[in-house]
């Protein structure tokens, strides 16, 4: 049974030893439980509808896609979600929030604050790097459809005018004039700095992703956890024995 202060965590990741690690952490705070851990996408959706969490951890072995954050939303949308593990790009982690991702904690993160980070997200607030905060105020927004949305990252996965019609089931005739537009709304004019602005703002860690329209206006922050850039690198696993040594003395 669950205890009125205790926060139940899931984690989703493909690396056994991260879950044993933030077991082992957890085992030292009353106030927290990993209720569950799973190591693929449906397996998480599927713990979301029935272990029912207070927040998923996300740690992606090679990246998470916006379509992904979109589903699990779907799947729980009271759960708050972290990202955890992973340098994101300005844009991404904007749309991220606004797809319900309440905080964004690098791999580096020590363990004091990546378990204040997670105490602070329960209480309402957001937390990631003061660095990213800085990066998400400081970039233009550009207002995308879903379908420039979906044109955009084909092309920054290399696909032709002709494998694009096919993909989205439109004519080739469209593709161009869609391709117009966004030079137009981007401000480009070369197909190649299309693809690479689609493949930095698009996509976190992996390819095969089509950006998530958003709705509704910018995400409200009513509270922010700001975390320093400057942490030192140590392994999980090396926190916890830490943490089991410290809790023992």
């Given amino acids: 049974m669950k205890s009125d202060n205790r926060i139940r965590i899931a984690l989703y990741t493909q690396l056994s030893f991260v879950a044993q690690g933030l077991a082992a952490v957890f085992g ?22 029935s272990t029912r969490p207070d927040m998923l951890v996300v740690h992606p072995l090679s990246g998470v896609k916006l379509s992904e954050l979109h589903e699990i939303r ?3 949308s009271r759960c708050q979600i972290v990202l955890w593990g992973q340098e994101l790009e300005g844009e991404f982690a904007f749309q991220a929030i606004r797809l319900g991702v309440r905080g964004i904690l690098p791999g ?6 990546f378990l204040a980070a997670l105490r602070h997200v329960h209480q309402g607030a957001l937390c990631f790097e003061k660095d990213l ?32 019609a096919f993909s989205l089931g439109i004519t080739e005739g469209t593709v161009k004039v869609y391709l117009y537009k966004l030079f137009q709304k981007l401000g480009m004019n070369d197909r190649l ?5 689609g493949r930095k703002n698009l996509f976190s860690g992996q390819l095969g992703l089509e950006r998530t329209r958003a709705a509704g206006p910018p995400v409200a922050l009513p509270s922010l956890c700001l975390m320093a ?3 030192p690198v140590v ?12 809790a023992g003395g």
């Fill in 28 to 49: 030292t705070h009353a106030d927290l439980e990993l209720a569950a851990c799973r190591d693929s996408l449906s397996g998480t959706l599927e713990c979301l509808k």
């Fill in 74 to 76: 779907a799947a729980d």
């Fill in 108 to 113: 580096n993160t020590s363990i004091d604050d």
């Fill in 133 to 164: 905060l800085e990066s998400m105020l400081s970039q233009e927004r550009v207002a995308l459809t879903q379908r420039q949305g979906q044109i955009l990252s084909l092309v920054a996965q290399g696909l032709k005018n002709k494998e694009i």
């Fill in 193 to 197: 700095d299309m693809a690479l602005y």
């Fill in 229 to 231: 850039r400057k942490q």
């Fill in 235 to 246: 392994a999980l696993a090396q926190q916890a024995s830490d943490s089991w040594r410290h």
